[in-house]
């Protein structure tokens, strides 16, 4: 989230205080006070160029894509300032998901392996699938990528048409 400098006539601003929620009324805000901010200098295609911003980063923001609403106020010496109006609606992006752990458990059948993994944080976004390949060296050199499409809630996988007797690595 980013804003211009406010003018603060020669007392100077030790703190910003943000506020996020799901609606333009700011019903139900979450208040932030400890924000991480840095100042930047806006460039094109902004309406005025060169102009300095308060950028902060505000965690634990909600499910990206959800529109978001912000407010920001200046506090000083001098006292706390007021909210300033809220933003237009915003939108938090989508986080690649955690890498998964290696698959833990294995069932072996004849020529067929069930092979099973827990799912990888999401980071707020819903996983739509997983990939698994699998190969007969520990370093995965020319591994076989298992096609079928993995939706995001399968968390086993019977991989067919295996060498009895031949050991296999799977990631």
């Known amino acids: 989230v980013c804003w211009p400098v406010p003018p603060s006539f020669g007392v100077p601003i ?12 700011m019903a139900g805000a979450v208040e932030h006070k400890e924000v991480r ?3 930047a200098t ?3 295609p ?12 505000i965690d634990g923001c909600w499910d990206p894509g959800q529109d978001l609403f912000y407010q920001v106020r200046a506090v000083s010496v001098a006292g706390v300032g007021d909210w300033s109006p809220s933003s237009k609606a915003m939108q938090v992006d989508a986080e690649r ?5 290696a698959p833990h458990s294995f069932i072996s059948l004849h020529q067929v ?9 999401c980071r707020g976004s819903p996983i739509t699938g997983y990939r698994l390949r699998y190969s007969t060296t520990k370093d995965m050199w020319n591994p076989v990528e298992v096609f079928k499409s993995l939706k995001g809630t399968e ?3 019977p991989v067919a ?3 009895p007797r031949a050991s296999y690595y799977f990631q």
Do not use: G
């Open 46 to 57: 902004r309406e005025v160029e060169d102009e300095e911003l308060v950028e902060a980063t």
């Open 113 to 121: 392996a069930l092979v099973r993994w827990r799912p990888s944080d």
């Open 14 to 25: 030790y703190r910003f205080d943000v506020r996020v929620a799901k609606h333009a009324s």
């Open 97 to 101: 998901p955690v890498q998964p752990e």
């Open 42 to 44: 806006a460039a094109a």
């Open 37 to 39: 901010l840095r100042v």
């Open 155 to 157: 968390t086993e996988y």
């Open 161 to 163: 048409n295996l060498e």
